[in-house]
């Protein structure tokens, strides 16, 4: 059986419904593991240190860029945000799934460093979907409103880049697709193979 994990990169636009789906996933599957990425954007109320992010100063981040700690990493607007290594590379080689929620940007680095990793570009169902869930997460100014969506329409630019594309309404049904995708890969003849050989 295959004993190596899957890095699960997760891209979409803001308001694509990213951290509703990611967080209904890890509850419906508990062996599913979060990477907590670094950023040098400030909280959002209610966000902790190490729960949401590790809200780092730039200085902090770029001296962990230099110093190789990052998989990959990326402007997103006016911040950095990059993914921590070592997390991901003892996931994967411990056997467990890994959800990275990234951007197009994180997601073509990791894509390149790590071939095996499954890629899914998640999109709500429509284009005034995105506004809807921008302005009803209330917390962004009208000024970060508009510039997410800018960056909503340069996102969904890369999405036949990515393996799949899951449509992010009911969230049941998303969180039921993403894990069918996860499952899939470990039937893979690739994955499989060992056990063949092993057992007949
Ligand atoms: P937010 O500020 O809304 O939490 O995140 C903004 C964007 O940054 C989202 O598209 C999110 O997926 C992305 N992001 C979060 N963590 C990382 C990361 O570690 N690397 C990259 N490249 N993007 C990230």
Redesign the pocket.
């Known amino acids: 059986m295959n004993k190596k994990g899957s890095a699960v990169i ?5 308001g694509s419904g ?2 509703t789906t990611v967080k209904a996933l890890l509850k419906a599957r508990g062996s599913v593991r979060l ?1 907590v ?3 040098t ?1 400030q909280p ?1 109320p209610g966000e902790e240190h190490g729960r ?2 590790f809200f780092l100063s730039k200085e902090e981040f770029e001296n962990k860029i230099k110093n190789g700690e ?1 998989l ?3 402007q ?2 006016d ?1 950095l ?3 921590p290594r070592d997390y991901i590379e003892r996931c994967v080689s411990g056997g467990e799934d890994v959800i ?8 073509m ?1 990791v894509k390149n460093k790590m071939p095996d990793a499954i890629s899914i570009f998640l999109i709500p169902p429509d284009r005034a979907t995105i506004e809807k869930r921008l302005r009803g997460r209330g917390t962004e100014s009208e000024e970060v409103i508009a510039q ?1 969506l800018k ?1 909503a329409d340069e ?1 969904l630019e890369y999405a036949d880049k990515y393996d799949y594309i899951v449509i992010c309404g009911e969230i049941d049904k998303c969180v039921a697709d993403i894990l069918g995708i996860i499952d899939s890969k470990k039937l893979e003849s690739a994955n499989m193979i060992d056990y063949v050989k092993e057992n007949f």
């Open positions: 997760i891209s979409g636009p803001s990213k951290g990477s990425s670094a950023t954007r959002r949401e992010y990052m990959e990493y990326a997103y607007c911040n945000y990059g993914t990275l929620e990234i951007d197009v940007q994180g997601g680095q997410r960056k996102e």
